[in-house]
T-cell receptor, first 115, second 114 residues
């Protein structure tokens, strides 16, 4: 298996533009997580899905952020409109089950820069 | 609610010396504990995890960690580090009951000096 695949690897955009980050989890995994990493705040859980259903989106910072998982093999994280303070590395991770003891498999991340 | 505190943001160590990276957690329920490593420009990889049973857990690359419930700690150790161990190390906690995501500490940057 190729692991968790994220695209793009790097995204540079201007303030106010819409940004869409994409994630393909490992086939057969039932849980998918979106994390944001910054120097100031470390790794923050934004949202996670179990069996394609959003379970907890309390980490989503504002209404400008939205996430979808239309099927078991694809998820998107959208920021509209983007702001400079959204600049960060965004990680997608998946795990086989729906229990808290499962290992997370991380993608390589998307480095987002909002100018 | 659960939280993780990594007391050191940066730990410099000479090559072949031992190292301990500290982690303390707080949670109102039983927990699962994890250590992840992040090499430059990569995602996180699992080093080891504690679910139950023996409090001493061995992981990959010669690392081990000890769960101490009374001190709510899960410190990571390696008896002799190598230059390739230079990376960011994250401690994480998950509640024992359900399918929530991991809560990560802010990370400790391990710097190996030749």
């Amino acid at each position: 298996d190729a692991g968790v695949i994220q695209s793009p690897r790097h995204e540079v955009t201007e303030m106010g533009q819409e940004v869409t980050l994409r994630c393909k989890p490992i086939s057969g995994h039932n849980s998918l997580f979106w994390y944001r990493q910054t120097m100031m705040r470390g790794l923050e859980l934004l949202i996670y899905f179990n069996n394609n259903v959003p379970i907890d989106d309390s980490g989503m910072p504002e209404d400008r952020f939205s996430a979808k998982m239309p099927n078991a093999s694809f998820s998107t994280l959208k920021i509209q409109p983007s702001e400079p303070r959204d600049s960060a590395v965004y990680f997608c991770a998946s795990s086989p089950g729906v229990q808290g003891n499962e290992k997370l498999f991380f993608g390589s991340g998307t480095q987002l820069s909002v100018l | 609610a659960q939280s993780v505190t990594q007391l050191d943001s940066q730990v410099p160590v000479f090559e072949e010396a031992p190292v301990e990276l500290r982690c303390n957690y707080s949670s109102s329920v039983s927990v699962y504990l994890f250590w992840y490593v992040q090499y430059p420009n990569q995602g996180l990889q699992l080093l080891l995890k504690y679910l139950s049973g023996s409090t001493l857990v061995k992981g990959i690359n010669g690392f081990e960690a000890e769960f101490n419930k009374s001190q709510t700690s899960f410190h990571l150790r390696k008896p002799s580090v190598h230059i390739s161990d230079t990376a960011e190390y994250f401690c994480a906690v998950s509640s024992g009951g359900g399918a929530d995501g991991l809560t990560f500490g802010k990370g400790t940057h391990l710097i190996i000096q030749p």
